[in-house]
Nanobody, 126 residues
Framework: QVQLVESGGGLVQAGGSLRLSCAAS????????MGWFRQAPGKEREFVSA????????YYTESLKGRFTISRDNAKNTVYLQMNSLKPEDTAVYYCAAVGDVVGRDYSRPYNYDYWGQGTQVTVSS
């Protein structure tokens, strides 16, 4: 079992930045691909970004490229999401997730992940 705990969310003005962290326990994440998703009220959970075990493969939803950056530190068992130039439409609960890394797996699909954190709220004011 892998337990995931997100942190770093909060209230920020438009144009600001936040860095989310996802700390894992129970198992090392070095053999897991890690993903970030978000869910706004009344909307479906949306893929944000994913990263392979060694960071060699990184994926972003197209609309967020250039503003969001995913990274991981396997020694710290932690994954990060740096979010810059935040917009009100980025307001959502952000979740991290983990799954065994398989080349060719579609990491944009929530159902492909085995473990989820409880989420952290990000609110961007205009």
């Amino acid at each position: 079992q892998v337990q995931l705990v997100e942190s770093g969310g909060g209230l920020v003005q438009a144009g600001g930045s936040l860095r989310l962290s996802c700390a894992a326990s129970g198992r090392t994440i070095s053999s897991y691909a890690m993903g970030w998703f978000r869910q706004a009220p009344g909307k479906e959970r949306e893929f944000v970004s994913a990263i392979s075990t060694n960071g060699g493969r990184i994926y972003y939803t197209e609309s967020l490229k250039g503003r969001f950056t995913i990274s991981r530190d396997n020694a710290k068992n932690t994954v990060y999401l740096q979010m810059n130039s935040l917009k009100p439409e980025d307001t959502a609960v952000y979740y991290c997730a983990a799954v065994g890394d398989v080349v060719g797996r579609d990491y944009s699909r929530p159902y492909n992940y085995d473990y989820w954190g409880q989420g952290t709220q990000v609110t961007v004011s205009s």
